[in-house]
């Protein structure tokens, strides 16, 4: 996205909203992804789309009106404007929040690799095959579901009626590996996910080995007796999948609207003091890093967990001075046209620990790699009860464990921390986690 057209953007948006005696911000992407999937050595799917958004938000005293367009043309930026303004007449709702003045970016020039574009089609189809081929070759009882790779560049841009304008470039790259493992009775399913900005740091043959060895390691599993455990939550998928609906939890609007139990809960302890969190929009690794929000408010890292206290909720300016909370400039817009709250990189701070040492706290231990999703999660109570895969540790072994579900309540599971990891890992490029052992947690199997 040109800086002319961003300029366009103002210089068409302006004489509107001068004439009505409005405000405006404008937030818009223009967004090209490649994703390929190969099957059993075949390319079994192939996508190349451009797309481009724009979110428009018009103020009138305290009060919002928002609309959306597909496109960049002067009558779908009119007719957006024309809807936003229209759009103020039919609500009573006071959730205007504050256009963003001055603001001091940071360099985006990390968040985009300039070799990116240099990587032709043909490339990309060899590297999607020689993932597909790892799990194949491994070892003869595995059966490739799904070998991925995708990838896409994204420009955003921001721009109000007072004039502030930005850009910034981000391009990010998925290896994803689904396998199947079958010996005779049993069968097994294990995953692997690696992103990057750059093609050549990507070793294609690993993550498709990783992912087919995931699923060996799990055949002739066994259904765990049903009793409360210690658990090991691995870093990884496990990990991510907590951390992402803990923090749901932390949304200022989820607050706002009487959705959540943190409310009136800043600076109180919540989670063990061991436990310690923050969202990091500038992180270099991150899939969702940025250098401003949904309202052109610049990003920073914001703590919002510190040694067990909550310390900050994810809010835009609307609901920062809604709840009398700091700001920490998380507004998203939703592609519906909606203005929403989201974190960006979530970072779980490591402990001293290793696996190991987590491992030798008690002689029975539950290690869970794997949630199957969240059906089982009340997002209002924080209780869950999810299907799990992972390993029984006894007698220094690890056994297969399938078919059990794992239940407790998330909040609870956050403040019975006993020990944290060192074990870092970044899954799906937004999330940087280690392995914690937490407390009796009932495991029901058979």
């Not at 018009?58 to 002067?74: E, I, N, R």
């Not at 957006?80 to 001055?102: I, N, V």
């Amino acid at each position: 996205m040109k800086s002319d057209l961003i300029d366009s953007f103002y210089d068409r948006l302006s004489p509107l909203a001068k004439k009505d005696g409005l405000d405006f911000d404008l937030y818009a992407y223009n967004k090209d992804q490649t994703q390929i999937t190969f099957q059993k050595k075949e390319l079994k799917d192939y996508s190349c789309s451009q797309s481009c958004h724009v979110n428009l938000r018009v103020l009138k005293g305290d009060k919002a009106g928002t609309s959306y367009a597909k496109d960049f043309s002067q009558s779908s930026l009119e007719s957006c404007y024309k809807r936003a303004k229209d759009s103020l007449q039919f609500t009573d709702q006071k959730t205007a929040g504050r256009l963003s003045l001055s603001q001091v970016y940071q360099n985006s020039s990390d968040f985009y690799d300039k070799n990116f574009e240099s990587i032709s089609l043909e490339d990309k189809l060899e590297k999607a095959r020689e993932l597909n081929s790892a799990c194949l070759t491994f070892d003869s009882r595995v059966q490739p579901v799904s070998s991925s790779v995708s990838d896409s560049s994204i420009v955003s841009a921001f721009v109000n009626s007072k004039e502030q304008k930005s850009s910034y470039f981000v391009n990010n790259i998925f290896a994803i590996s689904y396998c199947l493992a079958v010996d005779k009775y049993s069968r097994s399913n294990g995953f692997e996910n690696f992103h990057s900005r750059n093609y050549d740091s990507i070793n294609f043959k690993k993550i498709g080995q990783q992912s087919a060895e995931k699923a060996i390691k799990k055949l002739n599993y066994k259904i765990p007796q049903t009793k409360k455990y210690p658990v090991i939550f691995k870093s990884g998928q496990a990990v991510s999948a907590l951390l992402s609906s803990l923090v749901n939890l932390m949304s200022g609007k989820s607050i706002f609207e009487g959705k959540s139990l943190f409310k009136d809960s800043l600076d109180h302890q919540m989670f063990s003091n061991s436990f310690s969190l923050y969202d990091d929009p500038l992180a270099l690794w991150g899939a969702n890093s940025k250098t401003f929000d949904g309202e052109g408010f610049a990003v920073e890292k914001t703590i919002l967990a510190e040694k067990g206290f909550l310390r900050n909720y994810l809010t835009s300016s609307f609901y920062a001075k809604a709840l009398k909370a700091p700001h920490t400039k998380k507004a998203y817009w939703l592609d519906t046209g909606v203005l929403d709250i989201s974190g960006t990189n979530l970072v779980m701070s490591e402990g001293e620990s290793s696996l190991g040492d987590l491992l030798s706290e008690f002689s029975q231990v539950v290690v869970i790699d794997y949630l199957k999703g969240f059906a089982g999660y009340n997002p209002i109570s924080g209780d869950f009860s999810i299907e799990s895969e992972g390993f029984l540790y006894e007698w220094g072994e690890f056994k297969p464990i399938c078919q059990f579900t794992v239940s407790g309540n998330i909040i609870k599971l956050f403040s019975n921390i006993l020990q944290v990891g060192n074990d870092s890992q970044i899954y799906a490029g937004s999330i940087k986690a280690p392995s914690f052992l937490s407390s009796d947690l009932m495991i029901a199997g058979k």
